[in-house]
């Protein structure tokens, strides 16, 4: 069953990005203040602002709901991104022939 948490802070929403790897490449210190971390996120080509402008909660999920309500960025071969969900994906990473 899916819990609805907390709604979480824009700065644990721009946490998340700390080790992302564009950010890394522009910056390896990671700042200080607000300003400058998202600063950095622009400088790395994360939409910050669109990020922020969303409310955000925190949910549990059971491995069920997690594999059939997220949608990966990866998308489909020959389609966009969110265009299948995550056991779909799964699925077809475990039957696809190796190299």
């Avoid at 309500?69 to 190796?98: C, F, Q």
């Amino acid at each position: 069953m899916m819990i609805p948490g907390n709604f979480v802070s824009a700065d644990n929403i721009v946490e998340a990005f700390r080790e992302d790897h564009e950010v890394l490449k522009v910056a390896s210190l990671w700042p200080d203040t607000a300003f400058e971390r998202i600063e950095i996120l622009n400088k790395a080509g994360r939409p910050a602002g669109n990020i922020l402008r969303y409310p955000w909660r925190l949910y549990i999920l059971d491995r069920n709901e997690f594999l059939t309500h997220v949608y990966p960025v990866w998308p489909r071969p020959g389609l966009g991104n969110h265009s299948w969900t995550l056991k779909e994906m799964t699925d077809a990473i475990w039957t696809a022939p190796l190299f």
